[in-house]
């Protein structure tokens, strides 16, 4: 049986709806941030030592970064399903999108995360000079990347409505978070389909299983 440790409001949401998708069967292990620093309790760093989520136990194998799991998963149990034939146009797509999701897009989303919590989070005195900096680093350096990769995303999904090809993949369930991410946090504006596909995969059922196994899951923090 796999177990999902599973962390409110973070990434191994993905893991919990693929699981979905496939009926798969699976346990969660919840954890909880702190609510003041909305990190991960100790209690994580006992299963794998970055303390972090996901991680997936099954059996002796203990598994970390969402890639990998989703790569793990798919190989061990999917069947083939989710994931675009070897030698058919869209496979190398598909693996673009599945390194995409963290390689490119989530950092820029992390530091935009970061930089407006610096004014709040700096000693009262220094709040106005943090916030000031803080938006100006983010103005010049994170804005500029996120514009691109909302331009890009668009793009991509302007033909089917999906990433690579004309069927949800693997590589839809690991883009979810940076779209979800960016949705409360760099708005798309003129740019219709990625609000499209955030709205099509959350009415779809296997979506709002994982939501409601997993526990409430608020994006925009």
Known sequence: M???HHLNNSRSQR???LLE?????YEIRRYQRDPQTM???PELRAVHPLGKSPVLTEGGLTLAETGAIVEYVLERHGNGRLVPAKDGPHHWTYRHWMHHAEGSAMPPLV????FNAMGRRAPPEAQ???EKL???MKGAMVEPNLERLKDYWNAALAGTGWFAGPEMTAAD????FPLEAASSRSPFGDRPHPAAFLARIHERPAYRRAVEKGGEYAYAR
């Open 2 to 4: 796999i177990t999902i």
């Open 15 to 17: 893991v919990l709806w």
């Open 21 to 25: 998708e496939l009926e798969v069967p």
């Open 39 to 41: 990190l991960a309790p």
């Open 111 to 114: 530091m935009a995360l970061l």
């Open 128 to 130: 106005p000079v943090a």
């Open 134 to 136: 803080a938006q100006g």
């Open 173 to 176: 369930i690991m883009m979810s």
